[in-house]
């Protein structure tokens, strides 16, 4: 499989950034749900509350400059064409629905740094080492991007959902083979 994108097919690096930023979102959110959920006395899979906690941040960073690097890989290579098989329509809200998906990408772990920065709950970087907080405790930061993490988390999911839903749709029930431009391990 070639790196760069074809005119048909996208390259071994947009998929490798593509799911890899997928399979973290998928993370983020069970880390998530799993460490608003857990009792600080209890373990799952061997993790406490707090192993959570700093391996959710943790990954929110790693998140972020994968999406950096995967906003630059776009803006430097070629995407393929359009898939024949999508309507105007189709084409249209797919372009709405990745600028929102990218905002997501980037704004989802920035709050979420900034709100436990801003709550003086700091980031331990995958447990091991504590980051410098450059911004001091601010409850009225905190609180706002908080909020924002949170609503951006549910935003995120549907715009996921809505992406999904279209290639799930041309893919199973048109039967186009849409995905197998984006599926790993398939060649073009």
């Not at 549907?158 to 029930?173: E, G, M, P, R």
Request: aromatic share 16%; charged share 10%.
């Amino acid at each position: 499989m070639p790196l760069k994108n074809s005119a048909t097919h996208y390259g071994a690096v947009t998929r490798f950034l593509h799911w890899s930023v997928f399979m973290l979102f998928i993370w983020q959110y069970l880390s998530a749900a799993i460490m608003t959920h857990l009792a600080k006395d209890q373990t799952l899979l061997h993790l406490t509350q707090g192993d959570y906690y700093h391996w959710h941040k943790s990954i929110g960073l790693v998140l972020l400059a994968l999406a950096l690097a995967r906003w630059i890989w776009r803006k430097t290579t070629p995407l393929p064409d359009w898939a024949p098989a999508l309507s105007p329509a189709e084409r249209t809200f797919s372009h709405w629905n990745e600028v929102r998906l990218y905002g997501c990408m980037f704004l989802l772990p920035i709050s979420g740094y900034l709100f436990v920065m801003a709550g003086g709950f700091g980031v331990k970087l995958f447990g091991f080492y504590d980051l410098p907080n450059p911004i001091g405790k601010q409850g009225g930061l905190a609180t706002i991007m908080m909020v924002t993490h949170i609503v951006l988390g549910y935003a995120a999911v549907v715009f996921i959902a809505w992406h999904t839903s279209i290639a799930l749709k041309h893919h199973w029930f048109e039967q186009d083979g849409f995905l197998n431009r984006m599926l790993p391990f398939r060649r073009p």
